[in-house]
């Protein structure tokens, strides 16, 4: 399959949801970088305004504060929309588990019906958390998944597999052209500090010289793609011509016990760690088959750890200073 070429992008606008998150702020960047003009919609539930601070003035850029699970219109042509919107921690799962389903359904549905309407190409920001507690192992897209639907961590996964079952029908039902990422551990600058995740907490932790929290024996394992990697897996898929799900992620696996060792070694300290009782549902192992991302995308990771977490633990220095 083929990629859109990037010069044909220079002038087309693209809708992005839930804008101020970590993630959704970097594709900003870069969608802006390739000369695109940018709709950032966002309600700062987990979002942050100093994510686009830097962006104030760009007159390719602008924002609307709004709650996208409540309907929403866009003025003029509109050629992509990115359903990049959700909630995204586990802390987060607990304090808001509604906004978190609503940010999957309802929020889903506004952003299909606002591409629908304008003929825009349509990519929703799924999760390897659709594969659960895998029974397979590294995942590939095939792979149903392994979830507990009234679980803790259910919110979050039950409304990324109603997000993809969204998008797919009205792909189905309407020929909206769809695209659906299945995102894995993803890290970089912009990421929130208290967001319950194990790349900011370690870093904070070791930053504050505080012993880390290994929850259960850290034999758990994840993989971590630096962010500008995995953005330009989304914006390929937002250019092919598939609408099948595609895992984005490093398939570089490593425990967590391994990457509390990797921090400490990058600090110059000794690993002293806290353990704490596994949380119900926490997925034991988490690796992407990225081979449909490599076929139709041409891509794969390229960012060394030791880089990515370098840069990561330099925006955690600047946050804290």
């Not at 370690?202 to 024996?217: H, S, V, Y």
């Not at 990797?262 to 002293?272: D, S, V």
Request: proline content about 7%; hydrophobic content about 40%; glycine content about 8%.
């Amino acid at each position: 399959m083929s990629v859109k070429d990037l010069a044909s992008q220079r002038g087309k606008t693209a809708v992005v949801t839930g804008g101020a998150g970590f993630v959704p702020s970097h594709l900003i960047d870069r969608l802006l970088a390739d000369g695109l003009k940018v709709v950032a919609l966002d309600n700062f539930v987990t979002g942050d305004r100093r994510n686009l601070a830097h962006l104030e003035g760009n007159p390719d850029f602008r924002f609307i504060e709004h709650d996208v699970s409540v309907p929403f219109e866009i003025d003029g042509p509109v050629d992509y929309v990115f359903h990049m919107a959700s909630p995204a921690s586990p802390i987060d799962y607990v304090k808001i588990p509604v906004e978190t389903l609503k940010a999957g359904s309802y929020a889903s549905h506004n952003a299909l019906d606002l591409a629908r309407a304008k003929g825009a190409i349509y990519l929703v920001a799924s999760t390897s958390e659709v594969y659960g507690d895998p029974e397979i192992h590294p995942q590939p897209e095939s792979y149903w998944g392994n979830v507990n639907s009234i679980g803790v961590r259910s919110c979050y996964d039950e409304a990324k597999r109603y997000a993809e079952a969204a998008a797919m029908a009205y792909h189905r039902a309407y020929g909206v052209d769809t695209k659906i990422v299945r995102i894995f551990n993803t890290y970089g600058p912009r990421m929130r500090l208290d967001d319950g995740r194990v790349v900011p907490a370690f870093i904070g932790q070791a930053l504050r010289g505080e012993p880390m929290t290994i929850f259960g024996d850290g034999s758990q394992t994840r993989s971590f793609c630096y962010v500008s990697d995995l953005v330009e897996g989304i914006w390929r898929l937002a250019r092919s011509e598939t609408h099948d799900p595609v895992n984005c992620g490093n398939p570089h696996e490593m425990t967590i016990r391994q990457f509390g060792e990797a921090i400490a070694r990058h600090f110059g300290i000794e690993l002293t760690c806290v353990e704490c009782p596994l949380p119900p549902d926490d997925p034991k192992v988490r690796q992407p088959d990225i081979t449909r991302a490599k076929a139709v995308l041409d891509w794969q990771p390229v960012v060394p750890f030791d880089e990515g977490i370098a840069e990561t633990i330099e925006y955690f220095r600047d946050v804290l200073s």
